[in-house]
């Protein structure tokens, strides 16, 4: 059974700091992209960080660029956003997200978090 399981969400100030986790089960995690999403109320969820399946190559949403880093344990199975100079506007649900991409025209593996909830308010 898939899993992907989000942590350390929570309320900070402005300009503070936090590490969400995300640990995954049931799939090869070590095979798979991996990418941090988010959704503020009213609006779309948006790509916030990915880092491709060996953690060499990473890249970000330009609003987050210099402020947050994405990160992986293959042995750890686990996914990492380092979160620093928040913003208020950084609130937001925050996923995690597996995907790995399939030959012959096959859809790919894709699998959600339930969420974490991440809120920038003095």
């Known amino acids: 059974q898939v899993q992907l399981v989000e942590s350390g969400g929570g309320l900070v100030q402005p300009g503070g700091s936090l590490r969400l986790s995300c640990a995954a089960s049931?799939?090869?995690?070590?095979?798979?992209?991996m990418s941090w999403y988010r959704q503020a109320p009213g609006k779309e969820r948006e790509l916030v960080a990915r880092i491709t399946s060996s953690g060499g190559n990473t890249n970000y949403a330009d609003s987050v660029k210099g402020r947050f880093t994405i990160s992986r344990d293959n042995a750890a199975n686990t996914v990492y956003l380092q979160m620093n100079s928040l913003k208020p506007e950084d609130t937001a649900v925050f996923y995690c997200?597996?995907?790995?991409?399939?030959?012959?025209?096959?859809?790919?593996?894709?699998?959600w978090g339930q969420g974490t909830q991440v809120t920038v308010s003095s």
């Open positions: 049931g799939f090869t995690f070590s095979s798979f992209t």
């Open positions: 997200n597996a995907n790995k991409h399939r030959s012959w025209g096959l859809p790919s593996y894709d699998y």
